[in-house]
């Protein structure tokens, strides 16, 4: 399995593609960042996110992209940046027909490190052993790529799973059990 993983942001959007299979050993097929002047326009700073995910596409031809899930910041105008970014990324494979995961922060931490509060110098360290690097990748923003796609090849094969036994479950013509309504009352 090939997988690129994006870590959106507007300024510094880390990229990294890994390839492998859960239980086996990992290896990174290349990491890097694109970057766009923070003193450019909206539209430009998008463009130049989708033109640099795209080469990453056309190079590294992954059979998945990983994206860390926007979540809710106290910075509001970070998290459109991170948001717009995260939506460029999703286009971008969309538009190929590339399958788009989304990843929490606190679930790409866990997978890598065992602890969904890891600091960033922690999954940098793991990222850096399981890829079997000579130093961590530079910036944070890189190695988070690199983790997230991490997080994908191992979780991938249970939520393909689990996404088969529902497919199978509701094939059956299997129902949702029905919750009883509280407002009808029990009968006496």
């Keep these: 399995m090939r997988v690129l993983g994006v870590d959106p942001g ?12 859960a239980g086996r050993p990992l290896t990174m097929a290349g990491v890097g960042v694109v970057r766009t002047p923070a003193d450019a326009d909206l539209g430009r700073r998008l463009v130049a996110v ?3 995910i795209e080469r990453w596409l056309d190079e590294h031809r992954p059979e998945f992209v990983a994206v860390e899930r ?32 989304l990843h929490t922060p606190s679930e790409v931490k866990a ?14 360290a793991m990222v850096t052993r399981l890829l079997r690097l000579d130093a961590p990748p530079r910036p944070a923003d890189a190695a988070d790529a690199l983790a997230l796609a991490i997080c994908h090849i191992w ?7 689990l996404q088969q036994a529902v ?5 059956r013509g299997a129902r949702r059990p029905q919750t009883p309504d509280p407002s009808k009352g029990r009968p006496a």
């Design 167 to 171: 497919a199978r479950h509701t094939s």
């Design 111 to 124: 997978a890598v490190t065992g602890s969904g509060r890891a600091d960033k110098a922690q999954v940098g």
């Design 50 to 52: 989708e033109q640099g």
């Design 155 to 161: 979780r991938a094969p249970a939520h393909h799973r």
């Design 70 to 101: 926007v979540f809710s910041q106290h910075n509001v105008r970070t998290v459109m940046g991170t948001a717009q970014a995260s939506a460029v990324a999703i286009l971008c494979a969309s538009r190929r027909g590339i399958p788009v995961a």
């Design 10 to 21: 507007l300024t510094r959007c880390g990229v990294g593609v890994v390839e492998g299979v």
